[in-house]
Nanobody, 126 residues
């Protein structure tokens, strides 16, 4: 059974870089044939797909966030990461990592994923 756990700072200052880590258990990132995604939910809004990294290391990003987003993996730690640069208060959200056995760009419904992390609140404020 795949389990995901997000970690990272809960408060980031405007213009800084938001960095989050998703630790994976129950599957190996490079050999488990999963697609590893980041999704966020701003307060009072719906889920927003940010991007995905495949088991082979290919990455795909939301066009609206592509210029500021980077997703990478650390296979030695079985983790994948999210970096979002030049954050503003509009980046305040609950951030989730999720895994799926199918590549569906832009997927924002929970049943399109096989598992989710519990989510972590990130607030952008000075």
């Amino acid at each position: 059974q795949v389990q995901l756990q997000e970690s990272g700072p809960g408060l980031v200052k405007p213009s800084q870089t938001l960095s989050l880590t998703c630790t994976v258990s129950g599957a190996s990132i490079p050999t488990g044939y999963y697609y590893w995604s980041w999704i966020r939910q701003p307060p009072g809004k719906g889920l927003e797909w940010m991007g995905v990294i495949s088991y082979s290391g290919s990455t795909y990003y939301s066009p609206s966030l592509k210029s500021r987003t980077s997703i990478a993996r650390d296979t030695s730690k079985n983790q994948f990461t999210l970096q979002l640069v030049s954050v503003t208060p509009e980046d305040t959200a609950v951030y989730y990592c999720a895994a799926s056995t199918r590549l569906i760009l832009g997927a924002v419904t929970k049943n399109q994923y096989d598992c989710w992390g519990q989510g972590t609140q990130v607030t952008v404020s000075s």
